[in-house]
């Protein structure tokens, strides 16, 4: 993932983003020590679900027999495939959809519907021709973290020596303040952050760490205060 | 009922109550319904790589293979360290005291977030104590694990004095990138700018 950024002088430049991965102490092995992996298989696809099998032999006594007798829920040639690169679509009784239209039903906190309005599908700022702006706006590290939570962690990774000189210099300053750095993206330098198109919109955080000649730069990424719910 | 988490501070002891939080207890939810053109409505499936075959949730299951492809049943698994060795289970957090170290703001933000609660005291127990500690912006970690299992997650509390909160997650990996130069630029105009600033209901 790529973030086109600007520094404290409005230079922009287009650097790479990586998540942030905990650090994982175990792993898997089979009985004789080799190593093991995860993959997604096919259980049933949706024409093998039970639902289209009751459908067929409407009382369930008659799908209890030929669940037994002929296997239908199994399709020979598709279940326990692995499954890589799926992708989700909408569908309807007429198949799948290229068109559609989106609502989003919003709920209070107590589950009261409060509103209900078409979907805007926001489209992604961090990597458009209006970089993600330097805002100047800090916040010490110490009353960020007792006010809000990082729900999600990126890391800024330089592309070239230019770009090198350019993330160093902003985790040195940002290491010397020992404060969080607001980001704003948008036309206007004024909006949340949003990731992907359609997703998530989140106040997004630059914190700089400098150790000798390297540095880390974290993007912190936040849609949640840390506070006690109401009724809570 | 549920156990409560023993906290250990200073020697002191307290028992806390735990309440799992996330964003929709503090702004609500937002559900999508979705129409096609005849106003019908839509459901998301899965679509698999050859463009044909759709998949309704819990149609998809996790396998464990082997180098050779082969699935392997989970119980011939054996959990093993970086270096190869055995692991020793660990216990659930709740089965003893946990003894709170003071940490470090640094190590807090390179936490991967799973999980927020927050803590409340029990009819019995008092959390003055640890509320007065967290009022300095001081933070305390220790090693967590809900139900036991292979391995610790870490937990930090935090707070502002009045209410007590624990934040569990993995330590991230974070990397210092490596090169020799450094560039030397000014500065714009900053501004401090207050957490109440910021407007997180309407995200």
Redesign the interface.
């Known amino acids: 993932m790529a973030i086109n950024i600007s520094?404290?002088?409005?230079?922009d430049a287009v650097v790479a983003v990586e998540g942030?991965?905990?650090?994982?102490?175990?792993?898997?092995?089979?009985?004789k020590?080799?190593?093991?992996?995860?993959?997604?298989?096919?259980?049933?696809?949706?024409?093998h679900?039970l639902a289209v099998i009751q459908k067929k032999h409407k009382t369930l006594d008659k799908v209890a027999k030929v669940l037994v007798k002929d296997d239908p829920e199994v399709d020979m040639e598709?279940s326990g495939?692995f499954?890589?690169?799926?992708?989700?679509?909408?569908?309807?009784?007429?198949g799948?959809?290229h068109?559609?239209?989106?609502?989003?039903?919003?709920?209070?906190?107590d589950g009261k519907l409060?509103k209900r309005r078409p979907?805007e599908k926001k489209p992604q700022n961090i990597n458009s021709d209006i970089p993600v702006r330097?805002t100047?706006?800090?916040?010490?590290?110490?009353?960020?973290?007792?006010?809000?939570?990082?729900?999600n962690?990126k890391?800024l990774?330089?592309i070239n020596?230019l770009t090198?000189?350019?993330?160093?210099?902003m985790a040195?300053?940002l290491a010397k303040k020992d404060s969080l750095l607001?980001l704003r993206a948008g036309e206007g330098g004024d909006e949340?952050v949003v990731m992907n198109r359609g997703g998530?919109?989140?106040?997004a955080f630059l914190?700089g760490?400098v150790?000798g000649?390297?540095?880390?730069l974290?993007l912190?990424l936040?849609?949640?205060?840390?506070?006690?719910?109401e009724g809570? | 009922m549920a156990k409560n988490l023993v906290l250990s501070l200073d020697g002191k002891e307290f028992e806390v109550v735990l309440?799992r939080?996330?964003?929709?207890?503090?702004?609500?939810?937002?559900?999508?319904?979705?129409?096609?053109?005849?106003g019908?409505?839509?459901?998301?499936?899965?679509?698999?790589?050859d463009g044909k075959?759709?998949?309704?949730k819990?149609?998809?299951?996790?396998?464990?293979?082997?180098?050779k492809g082969d699935s392997?049943d989970r119980t011939?698994?054996?959990?093993?360290?970086?270096d190869?060795k055995e692991?020793t289970k660990v216990e659930s957090s709740f089965n003893a005291p946990n003894v709170l170290k003071k940490a470090e703001?640094?190590d807090?933000?390179?936490?991967?977030?799973k999980s927020?609660y927050?803590l409340d005291q029990t009819e019995e127990s008092d959390l003055q104590y640890l509320h007065d500690h967290?009022t300095g912006?001081q933070?305390f970690s220790f090693p967590f694990s809900y139900r036991g299992g292979?391995?610790h997650d870490a937990a930090y509390i935090?707070?502002?004095g009045k209410?007590a909160?624990m934040?569990v997650?993995?330590?991230?990996?974070?990397?210092?990138?490596?090169?020799?130069?450094?560039?030397?630029?000014?500065?714009?105009?900053?501004?401090?700018?207050s957490?109440d600033d910021?407007s997180?209901d309407l995200?």
């Open positions: 520094n404290p002088n409005n230079r942030l991965v905990g650090k994982r102490e175990v792993r898997y092995v089979d009985k020590g080799g190593p093991t992996s995860n993959v997604r298989v096919l259980k049933a696809d949706a024409e679900e598709k495939m499954l890589t690169d799926t992708s989700k679509v909408y569908v309807s009784p007429g799948i959809l068109l559609v239209e989106e609502f989003e039903l919003i709920y209070k906190t409060s979907r330097w100047g706006k800090f916040i010490k590290k110490e009353d960020a973290i007792s006010r809000f939570v990082f729900t962690t890391q990774v330089h020596g090198f000189d350019f993330l160093f210099k040195e300053d607001l949340p998530k919109q989140y106040n914190e760490r150790k000649q390297s540095y880390c974290l912190h936040s849609n949640m205060e840390l506070k006690r719910p809570k | 309440s939080i996330d964003r929709d207890d503090l702004y609500g939810k937002v559900e999508i319904e979705a129409f096609d053109e005849k019908r409505p839509a459901t998301l499936k899965v679509l698999a790589a075959t759709l998949i309704e819990g149609g998809t299951a996790l396998e464990v293979i082997n180098a392997i011939e698994l054996v959990p093993v360290d970086l190869g692991i703001a640094d807090y933000l390179a936490l991967v977030v927020v927050l967290l912006k933070l292979l391995e935090l707070g502002d209410d909160f934040v997650g993995k330590d991230g990996n974070i990397d210092y990138l490596k090169l020799n130069q450094a560039g030397a630029l000014s500065s714009n105009e900053e501004q401090e700018i957490a910021l997180f995200m």
